[in-house]
């Protein structure tokens, strides 16, 4: 199994511009989510998943919109950039919503917006 | 969710054990004591966690307390690609809605050839 695969590794966007951020699954987990890490603040909550078509807010989903069409992938859209969204992206998933903490996560995506 | 206090670093020699613990005080009945790590510049790591007895699994050992007022974490052959912030974390198992991962500042353990 790959587990948890995050792309790009690296981004750098100017104020403005959108992306979408990837991230896969391949262990058939239920559960997906998306944080954001900036110094000091610890992982927060952007958007989560408890299975295809299922999607909620955490509580830092503004300016990311988020959708559950397969199992496997759970991307992660930036509508239009703000240098407050650098920060270090992180995809995880988990068997089940009632095992979340037992979450595996991605490598990462390290976003600069200038 | 209960607090928890680890050490805010802790070296290990190369192939000893590494004995990470954890204070959790205030814990109630139904909360689990999670374990993560996060290696530099990756994703943090789900290593273990238990309720009241004591867990293994392939990464680690997780000894809790008879009272729960504390854990350890147990590396049983510490490397160097152990080095790491460990996180203990308290938690009432979900039974639904979102589930937030909140870390603590952790302990950083380097692990010296």
């Known amino acids: 199994n790959a587990g948890v695969t995050q792309t790009p590794k690296f981004q750098v966007l100017k104020t403005g511009q959108s992306m979408t951020l990837q991230c896969a699954q391949d262990m058939n987990h239920e559960y997906m989510s998306w944080y954001r890490q900036d110094p000091g603040m610890g992982l927060r909550l952007i958007h989560y998943?408890?299975?295809?078509?299922?999607?909620d807010q955490g509580e830092v989903p503004n300016g990311y919109n988020v959708s559950r069409s397969t199992t496997e992938d759970f991307p992660l859209r930036l509508l239009s950039a703000a240098p407050s969204q650098t920060s270090v992206y992180f995809c995880?998933?988990?068997?089940?919503?009632?095992?979340?903490?037992?979450?595996?996560f991605g490598p990462g995506t390290r976003l600069t917006v200038t | 969710d209960a607090k928890t206090t680890q050490p805010p670093s802790m070296d290990c020699a190369e192939g000893r054990a590494a004995n990470l613990p954890c204070n959790h005080s205030?814990?109630?009945?139904?909360?689990?004591v999670y374990w993560y790590r996060q290696i530099h510049s990756q994703g943090p790591q789900y290593i273990i966690h238990?309720?009241?007895n004591n867990e293994t699994n392939e990464m680690a050992s997780l000894i809790i307390t008879e009272d729960r007022k504390s854990s350890t974490l147990i590396l049983p052959h510490a490397t160097l690609r152990d080095t790491a912030v460990y996180y203990c974390i308290v938690r009432v198992e979900p039974s639904g809605g979102y589930q937030k991962v909140t870390f603590g500042t952790g302990t950083k353990l380097q692990v010296i050839p």
């Open positions: 995880a998933s988990s068997y089940s919503h009632l095992r979340a903490y037992e979450q595996y």
């Open positions: 238990g309720l009241k």
């Open positions: 998943s408890v299975g295809a078509g299922i999607t």
């Open positions: 205030t814990i109630s009945g139904n909360e689990y």
